[in-house]
Every structure is written in structure tokens, then in C-alpha cells.
């Protein structure tokens, strides 16, 4: 069978509600069918990186475009995930906030950044406004 056969056998199986598209939703369920573990974040993101037309799901073609760079993408989260927790306060708040941020500046030679320049700086990603980074927020950054 045809490489683009099977991709169209797997993308119509997790295509749920049969629109022609793979929701995050139903991109979560394709990974975790496969073995993989996707947050519901994370494929929001994924979906948000991939989706060509804007509309929220993935395509077919772009359905193609993740699996055929799944690997790259995977280490490129995780990897991602690893210098977000660098940054991270460790209480818990699984977000950077201008004092983790500042803390971080100052291990890496800035110490002379303030709490008001780390707002600022936070405040360029901060979409949904909450005065801190979560993930998605910090992986959009880095993008």
C-alpha cells in the first residue's frame, strides 16, 4: 500500500465526525492510539503550528506535513518542555512569571533586569493575559 494511502486510512479513522479534518481533539486520541502522550495543550499547538488555512483543525495535507515531521517535533517539545522548566518557579505554578523570569536573567549574567523589564518582556506573549507564560505561550515564543 502507498505511503499517501495509509496516511489517508489513519487520517479518516481519527477524522471522528467525518468533516474532512483532525481536531486537536481527535489529534490526541490519533497520538495516544499510537502510544503517545499529547496534552491537550500540546495539541492544541500542534494543531495551531500545522494548520494551514487557520480554522482551527488540520487538513489532510496538513495532517501529512505533522506525521512526516512527528519525530522532529516530538524531540523539539520535549526539548522545549525542558528549558520552560528551566525557567519555572517549581511551586507548582507550571508558568514563568516576571520573578522566575528575572531569576533565570540573573543565572545567565543579567542581573540588572528588573521586575518591571521581566513584565514587559512576559507581556509580549502573554495572550490570554494572566501576567505569566504558561507552555503554550512560551512555545509560541520561541517559534
Known amino acids: 500500500m502507498e505511503k499517501t494511502q495509509q496516511y489517508e486510512r489513519v487520517f479518516n479513522h481519527f477524522d471522528d465526525d467525518g468533516n474532512g479534518k483532525i481536531s486537536p481533539k481527535e489529534l490526541r486520541l490519533c497520538v495516544g492510539s499510537m502510544g ?9 499547538a ?11 483543525e488540520l487538513g489532510f495535507e496538513d495532517f501529512v506535513r505533522l506525521i512526516e515531521g512527528e519525530g522532529e517535533e516530538e524531540e523539539k517539545v520535549k526539548e522545549l518542555r525542558e528549558a520552560f522548566r528551566m525557567y519555572e518557579m517549581g511551586d507548582g505554578c507550571e508558568c514563568i512569571t516576571p520573578k522566575s523570569l ?10 540588572n533586569t528588573s521586575i518591571e523589564e521581566c513584565k514587559v518582556m512576559i507581556a509580549q506573549f502573554d495572550l490570554d493575559g ?13 517559534s
Do not use: C, H, Y
Not at 499529547?38 to 492544541?44: I, T
Not at 528575572?102 to 542581573?111: C, E, F, I, Q
Not at 494572566?130 to 520561541?142: C, K, Q, S
Open 46 to 56: 500542534a494543531v495551531v503550528l500545522m494548520d494551514s488555512d487557520g480554522d482551527g
Open 102 to 111: 528575572r531569576k533565570m536573567l540573573r543565572k545567565l549574567g543579567k542581573s
Open 130 to 142: 494572566d501576567g505569566v507564560l504558561n507552555f503554550d505561550e512560551f512555545r509560541i515564543m520561541m
Open 36 to 44: 503517545g502522550d499529547l496534552s491537550e495543550g500540546e495539541a492544541e
